[in-house]
């Protein structure tokens, strides 16, 4: 998609043009040649399409679409890691053209000695031959959306997986999101550390809280700018309910949240310092800091219905979160400028016809490459010649025609 349509700015399409993996779960060594339509892998469950998927969304900075230890990633041969300098290493690489032209990228963790002889078990990245100062530099080429049937529970399930897929939708679009919450969390960990020893001096917590209520409250805006700029989006596309996909009304709910709402902005981390300070005994008697955005939740609602998402069918909770994962992609052109990767495992599985058409148009209009996994490569038929169909098997990934109906 390019030009510039209803006041929307240009967009550069990203998409994979060759996808290889080494000793990654159960592929010893695979390559992929594509081209920029979407990709269709189809086979039996267990044939490895979900592992192709991870390898892509491992392309983005974090631990992948499984959030698996980077040591569990290798596939397993059975060999003994004192007689195989291979052992636990694998790799992925791919050369796509990104957002700031071609790009190759590789990531994995390579059987490379260090100083003491010992190997490097540590995920290395490197943008054309350059190790990566951050996984950050990632999105600077590509930006990696994704939904899988492990996301089905997000509303019924805990706050924290709420808060971890917001976390990712703020980062696709504000790359320093990610760093915000890690110096976050690891200044939260040290007041806790610092209440446990009633001996810690006052000055300490002071100069602790004043780093948590900065980064806090950052997360806090950054987190309510998406929310806000994805209702929009939402409004703007979905609203009206001719999609395939019922609008949702999504909000946010937390300490930060509510003092905002009453008028605290201006000040907010003045109020929200002091609130930490009074709160240090009560604190220490819970082992754990009670208010900040590690306690916040996000709310969805089906639009239509006016109901909250978490009492809805399981069918409509599906449909409600592709629509959202579908109204974030968008958002990420729009903000971004480039399209994302859309990475959908057993999408059309739960769809009937009608949606399942329905959400390859949406693809289509994004204008991105959606990588998109199934049984049943019939159920991709209305893709027709606007995907490139492969067939997995045991390991083994070959091309395959288009799929019947297409």
């Not at 930006?143 to 019924?156: E, K, N």
């Not at 989006?233 to 996909?245: C, L, Y």
């Not at 979160?321 to 739960?350: R, Y």
């Amino acid at each position: 998609m390019s030009g510039q349509e209803d006041g929307i700015p240009e967009r550069t399409r990203v998409w994979i043009e060759t996808l290889k993996l080494t000793h990654f779960r159960n592929y010893g060594q695979i390559s992929l040649n594509l081209d920029a339509r979407h990709v269709v892998l189809s086979g039996d469950n267990g044939a490895g399409k979900t592992n192709l998927l991870e390898a892509i969304s491992l392309l983005s900075p974090g631990r992948g679409l499984r959030r698996a230890p980077y040591d569990t990633i290798a596939q397993s041969l059975g060999n003994d890691p004192s007689l195989d300098p291979q052992f636990g290493t694998w790799t992925v690489f791919a050369s796509l053209h990104g957002a700031l032209g071609p790009a190759r990228i590789g990531t994995g963790i390579a059987a490379v000695p260090g100083a003491s002889g010992d190997v490097d078990r540590n995920r290395k990245t490197h943008i054309d031959g350059v190790n990566a100062r951050s996984t950050e530099t990632l999105l600077d080429h590509a930006r990696i959306v994704w939904l899988t049937p492990a996301m089905d529970g997000l509303f019924t399930g805990p706050g924290s997986d709420r808060r971890r897929f917001l976390d990712r939708m703020v980062l696709a679009i504000d790359p320093s999101h990610g760093r915000r919450v890690s110096e976050f969390e690891r200044a939260m960990r040290s007041r806790n550390k610092l209440l446990e020893d009633r001996n810690a001096s006052s000055s300490w917590l002071d100069g602790i809280e004043s780093q948590i209520a900065e980064t806090g409250v950052a997360v806090a805006f950054a987190r309510r700018e998406l929310v806000t700029l994805l209702q929009g989006i939402i409004a703007r596309t979905m609203t009206g309910g001719d999609g395939p996909f019922p609008n949702a009304d999504i909000a946010i709910e937390g300490t930060l949240e509510s003092m905002i709402a009453e008028g605290a902005a201006a000040d907010l981390e003045d109020a929200y310092r002091a609130l930490l300070c009074t709160n240090r005994a009560r604190d220490r008697a819970a082992g754990r800091m009670l208010d900040g955005p590690h306690r916040s939740n996000l709310l969805v609602r089906h639009g239509p219905k006016n109901m909250a998402a978490a009492l809805c069918s399981t069918g409509e909770q599906k449909a409600l979160l592709l629509g959202l994962v579908l109204a974030h992609a968008q958002l990420v052109c729009d903000v971004s400028g480039m399209t994302p990767i859309i990475l959908l495992d057993e999408v059309a599985a739960h769809l009937d016809e009608q949606r399942r058409a329905g959400l390859f148009d949406l693809i289509d209009a994004i204008g991105c490459q959606a990588w998109m996994t199934g049984t049943d490569a019939p159920m991709f038929g209305a893709l027709g010649d606007r995907a490139q169909f492969f067939n997995v098997s045991n390991g083994q990934v070959s091309p395959a025609g288009p799929a019947p109906g297409g």
